[in-house]
Structure formats: C-alpha cells, structure tokens
C-alpha cells in the first residue's frame, strides 16, 4: 500500500463499483446503504491505516483512532492522497 | 393545445409512479382515411413521425438522431448525468439529510464521494440508454 497509485485505485475502484450499480438500479437502496457504509466506516478507514502503517506514520497499536470516520486520517491528509512525506516522520505515533 | 381536439399531452409513468417520460401528439386524418401523428417533445421538437393509411400500411419516420454526437445525444445523455448525479448526492426525500449524508460520504472518503459520483454517474450515462 506505499504505492500511490495502487493506494488509489483500490480505494476509488470499489467506490464507483458501488455507485454505478445503485445509480443503474442493480443495487437496491438497502443494499446501497449497507455497502457504502462498509466502504465508508470499515473498508477505507482500514486502508487507509494500512497506508499509514507501511509509511511508518503510526504505530499498529493505533489502529483504534480509525474506527468510524476516523478523524485522525484528515491529520495525514497529503500522505495519503498526495505522497507527501510528513514533516516528522519518526516512525511512531507522534501527534496521533 | 387544449383548445385543439388533435392534440394531446401523453405522460408515463414508473412502477412507483414518477413520472419518467413526456410527449406531445398531433394527429391528422387525410382525405383517403390515412391516419398520421407526429410526436413532439415537451421543447415542441418534432421527434417522430408515423402514418396508417386505410390498407394498412405504416410508415414510422424518426425526424431525430439518437446518436451521441448529434444535439438529442447529448441532451439525453445529460439528463441521464445529471438524474445520476442528483440520486447520488440526494438519495432522501429531505434536503437537511442529503446535506449531512454528503459530510459524512465526503468526509469518510477524504473528500472524494462528490467527485467520484460525477465519474461513475458519467460512465452510467454512457452505457445506458432512455
């Protein structure tokens, strides 16, 4: 997950999957909601804590800051979607 | 149009009754029984033409191009972007809800829910037809 652009695809390809069939009415509204809640609270927060993780930005033990929307995540907001390198990248959970 | 008996306004209607297509009819009889109508479109832009003569004989005539590139290609290419794009970023019947419904997307996403149902709503308008 250190790859940006793999980092992307992986995050954006399931998103427009999930679109495209409630937007073409292969998905029903039920299904839609259980889906985009799974992607939005469960499956991007852990990403994007495995993102962090292999650019040595958090520790593993903080795992527990990305449960739900994961606020956290917006601290490392040009990591994560930009490649730039942290200003202090000591490795650990400094300013989690 | 309500004054004249040869015209008529014609709706259809979904399966939860919203109203999916609207169009307007003219219709002439000629003096050797054939049956002609013309079907505009709520623009009042004639869209197809087709006749019944007496013996039986139809002839169907589409005035406009449903390709991409020609003007009604895109126009109902747009509407299929933009009915995708408002399902979307609109989902409830209340505009509070889709507005919280949006932070909470957009803010889940990094900001990238918006976007993303632009690309997807546009790619669903290309593959889909009316």
Same mark, same amino acid.
């Given at each position: ?10 995050? $954006? $390809?399931? @998103?427009?999957?999930? @679109? ?6 292969l998905?029903? $509204?039920?299904? #839609?909601?259980?889906f985009?809640?799974?992607y939005?609270f469960?499956? %991007?927060?852990?990403?994007?804590? *495995?993102?962090? @993780?292999s650019?040595?930005l958090?520790?593993? *033990?903080?795992?527990? %800051?990305?449960?739900? @929307?994961?606020?956290?995540?917006? *601290?490392?907001?040009s990591?994560?979607? #930009?490649d730039k ?9 400094n300013?989690? | ?7 008529? /306004?014609?709706?259809? &209607? ?20 054939t049956? !002609?109508?013309?079907?505009?479109? &709520?623009n ?5 033409? =087709? ?10 005539? =589409?005035?406009r191009? !449903?390709?991409?590139? !020609?003007? =009604? ?5 747009w ?6 794009v ?7 019947p ?13 803010s889940?996403?990094l900001? &990238? =829910? ?6 997807a709503?546009a790619g669903?308008?290309? /593959? !889909?037809?009316?």
């Amino acid at each position: 997950m250190r790859s940006l652009s793999i980092y992307h695809f992986s995050t $954006i $390809i399931p @998103l427009v999957a999930i @679109l495209a069939l409630y937007s073409s009415d292969l998905m029903r $509204i039920q299904w #839609f909601v259980i889906f985009i809640g799974l992607y939005s609270f469960v499956f %991007r927060p852990f990403l994007d804590y *495995k993102r962090l @993780l292999s650019l040595g930005l958090i520790d593993v *033990k903080d795992w527990k %800051r990305f449960v739900g @929307l994961g606020l956290v995540r917006f *601290k490392f907001y040009s990591e994560l979607m #930009f490649d730039k390198k942290a200003d202090n990248q000591s490795g650990t959970s400094n300013g989690v | 149009m309500i004054d004249d008996p040869s015209r008529s /306004l014609t709706f259809g &209607l979904g399966l939860e009754g919203e109203l999916i297509s609207a169009f307007a009819t003219k219709t002439k009889i000629q003096g050797d029984g054939t049956v !002609s109508n013309e079907v505009f479109n &709520l623009n009042g832009v004639l869209e197809l033409r =087709y006749s019944v003569s007496s013996d039986g004989i139809r002839d169907i005539e =589409y005035i406009r191009s !449903s390709g991409i590139n !020609s003007a =009604y290609g895109v126009e109902s290419w747009w509407r299929r972007f933009d009915h995708c794009v408002g399902e979307l970023n609109g989902p409830t019947p209340s505009n509070t809800a889709n507005v919280f419904l949006g932070i909470i997307l957009n803010s889940a996403t990094l900001g &990238l =829910y918006t976007p993303v149902t632009l690309v997807a709503c546009a790619g669903v308008a290309s /593959l !889909s037809k009316d």
